[in-house]
């Protein structure tokens, strides 16, 4: 199911920015950054005693296409921090949304049947 998926999650990710109308613009980027500021340095902090995270690097790796869908997906995200996993995928009809709509449960049962913290899909940046 992965390897079917994968392909999909990459041309959804290149093509998410004009099929949503979001942008990884300067207001996305502001907006994303006060929340990993906020929100989410505070949560961190709580689970973490003692120690704090530079929650305004998370953004400096990210392309306009992360920022983007990280908006989308995290900062938009209606559920709260710890059940960000709940969410299916957004109602923007990208296709990278609804690539998520279609594999995203599947992959939350995996999750959440063997007890894992996260899943991280992953495709070299020198792939497509």
Not at 6 to 29: C, K, T, V, W, Y
Not at 41 to 49: M, R
Not at 100 to 106: A, D, E, G, N, V
Request: with cysteine.
């Amino acid at each position: 199911m992965v390897i079917e998926a994968m392909p999909r999650f990459i041309d959804g990710f290149h093509r998410f920015q004009q099929e949503s109308n979001l942008s990884g613009n300067a207001a996305l980027r502001k907006a994303l950054a006060g929340y990993y500021q906020g929100s989410f340095a505070n949560h961190y902090a709580e689970v973490n005693p003692g120690q704090t995270i530079a929650a305004a690097s998370l953004l400096d790796t990210l392309g306009e296409e992360g920022t983007a869908l990280q908006y989308q997906y995290i900062k938009a995200n209606p559920n709260p921090l710890g059940n960000k996993h709940i969410y299916d995928g957004a109602e923007d009809n990208s296709s990278y949304s609804s690539t998520h709509r279609l594999y995203h449960p599947h992959i939350r049962d995996f999750l959440e049947r063997f007890g894992y913290y996260d899943i991280f899909l992953y495709c070299r940046r020198d792939r497509k």
